[in-house]
């Protein structure tokens, strides 16, 4: 099953699109929803208006103040926050019977959008630079000025409750300040976009990570038609020098277990640059690929203990029983920890050869999750020299649950440990040689020139 999720880029874009699609005399409103297909739709209410055939759309006002509270007509006064609280604005002109416009989508670039209304319907694209359509716009004229969240609040409180790692989490004070305001959110909010944005604002500052509130479908029949980025580069430094930069451990194994044993195969290579800047993290099945060439001797990660065990804190003699486990997939781990008291991984010795030269791993604050674990035990093990600043700390095992249609949560279901009691979430981390992300590789190649 695959679920495509929205990132605060992709959901601007998505909502400015879907702003853009109406054509009649007045002002009118109109529910509306925009597909950019993966199965991620989001439901707004646009308001249009009409002038010499001049249109402009706004979303619902004072979203800002719903989202961010009271503080947020400061960030107005002071420029950070757009007039009126809306969200979306987007102009153009009306053509004959068309509606050509263009908008501006913060962290999504500028698309343009041809559309049309047609007896209280709206229908249009939005198309690239290209003039290629990146997106499908549909309305229905409404007098609604809100969505109705009431009944989906409780059931993403019991989904959470039911699910995370440990209940002794939903105990502390910052779970019941988010808790309560959360509340708030769902009963304020008057489209997806505030909730998802709202959603995101406040769990970041509870005291765990990788509580995520999604807007998606199960893509599971569309599965294999998209080609994903490449996410695996390599480089030769010197003769002496190979560079591999990771960025992610999502759509990466099969190009590290293509690139690795080349790299592990020429023997001129004294050194190993491998760059996990910026690398947020993914799936097991990418870490055990890359492991797998790293890896001389049994390496212990660490403990992954769950709801199932009754624990506080580390825990050696406890977690020390919980059963080794090699997953193959990243599907197989999270159904482990979703049925289990935990696990303990570990990078077994490989049979396959391994890279024996000098490691040097970069991170910076975007190096998480995935990353993490494998960095620390790197690390500790003396195998690589980290090289940059602390990672971020964003260190759970988190599994998808449908809570409603469309809506979904990702949560984590399974805490960590290190092997030797650390806890990487919400500390990260530290490399041992800490300088600026941008100066992370010139630092690795001034130490392998001066050896």
């Avoid at 695959?2 to 909502?15: H, T, Y």
């Amino acid at each position: 099953m695959k679920f495509i999720g929205l990132s605060f880029g992709l959901i601007f874009g998505l909502i400015f699109l879907l702003n853009t699609s109406f054509a009649q005399n007045g002002t009118d409103r109109f529910k509306s929803e925009i597909d950019l297909g993966g199965g991620t739709v989001i439901t707004t209410f646009l308001d249009f208006r009409l002038a010499e055939n001049e249109f402009k759309m706004t979303s619902p006002k004072n979203a800002d103040v719903r989202i961010m509270g009271g503080k947020a007509r400061l960030g107005r006064v002071m420029g950070k926050a757009p007039k009126k609280g809306t969200i979306v604005t987007i102009k153009g002109t009306k053509q004959a019977d068309s509606l050509i416009g263009q908008t501006a989508i913060p962290m999504f670039g500028k698309l343009g959008f041809k559309g049309i209304v047609k007896a209280g319907t709206l229908s249009g694209e939005l198309v690239n630079n290209a003039g290629e359509a990146v997106g499908t716009v549909k309305g229905t004229s409404s007098k609604e000025e809100r969505m109705n969240y009431s009944e989906l609040y409780p059931k993403v409180i019991n989904t959470i409750k039911e699910n995370i790692y440990s209940k002794e989490v939903l105990q502390t004070g910052e779970w019941k300040k988010f808790e309560k305001k959360l509340e708030k959110l769902f009963h304020k909010s008057h489209d997806d976009i505030e909730l998802f944005f709202g959603f995101s604002i406040l769990s970041q500052k509870l005291p765990f990570t990788h509580l995520n509130f999604l807007i998606t479908q199960d893509t599971s029949d569309n599965m294999g038609t998209e080609v994903p980025a490449k996410s695996v580069f390599f480089e030769e430094k010197d003769p002496e020098t190979a560079y591999l930069q990771i960025k992610n451990f999502s759509t990466s194994a099969d190009e590290l277990t293509e690139i690795l044993p080349k790299i592990v195969g020429n023997p001129a290579y004294k050194n190993l640059i491998i760059d996990l800047r910026n690398n947020g993290g993914g799936g097991i099945d990418a870490a055990f690929a890359f492991a797998k060439y790293i890896v001389a001797e049994d390496l212990e990660v660490g403990y992954f203990p769950t709801n199932k065990l009754a624990y506080s804190g580390y825990q050696p003699e406890l977690f020390s029983k919980l059963p080794e486990m090699q997953p193959k997939t990243t599907d197989e781990f999270g159904n482990e920890l979703k049925t289990t008291p935990g696990v303990k991984l570990v990078f077994k010795k490989p049979s396959n050869p391994v890279f024996t030269g000098k490691i040097y791993i970069l991170t910076n604050g975007n190096t998480a999750s995935t990353c993490e674990p494998i960095v620390y035990a790197l690390k500790s093990d003396k195998r690589a020299t980290i090289i940059g600043e602390r990672t971020r700390g964003a260190m759970l095992s988190a599994s998808p649950f449908v809570v409603s249609g469309k809506y979904l949560l990702m949560l984590p279901v399974g805490d960590f440990y290190t092997h030797d009691g650390v806890r990487l979430d919400k500390a990260g981390v530290a490399p041992d040689i800490e300088v600026k992300s941008e100066e992370a590789l010139t630092k690795a190649l001034e130490l392998i020139q001066a050896k």
